[in-house]
């Protein structure tokens, strides 16, 4: 079994940070990538940043100069520093993994069960 772990989510004024951590645990052979989407009230859930692992990073036009994904190996622990946060920015924040089990195992889709951020005054 696979579990992802996220902290870090809370209540922000407008302009102010927050580092979101997520934590992959459990039978993991190998990840490939982790990263985190969000889901704002109504709206789709949609890609924030992903991060290989070589550390080749993808970012949503919307967050670029503002998120930053980090992650750290060793630990299977994906990182994000958010940065001059504004209120579209609210949403429920998931962290997600693609990894493989076990060798004979197809790279698969794993997720967390999501960590709220607000930015509001």
């Known amino acids: 079994q696979v579990q992802l772990v996220e902290s870090g989510g809370g209540l922000v004024q407008p302009g102010g940070s927050l580092r979101l951590s997520c934590a992959a645990s459990?039978?993991?052979?190998?990840?490939?990538?982790m990263g985190w989407y969000r889901q704002a009230p109504g709206k789709q859930r949609e890609l924030a940043a992903t991060i290989t692992s070589s550390g080749s990073r993808n970012y949503a036009d919307s967050v670029k100069g503002r998120f930053t994904i980090s992650r750290d190996n060793a630990k299977n622990t994906v990182y994000l520093q958010m940065n001059s946060l504004k209120p579209e920015d609210t949403a429920v924040y998931y962290c997600n993994s693609v990894l493989r089990r076990h060798l004979g195992e197809a790279p698969t889709n794993y997720w967390g069960q999501g960590t709220q951020v607000t930015v509001s005054s």
């Open positions: 459990g039978s993991i052979f190998s990840i490939y990538a």
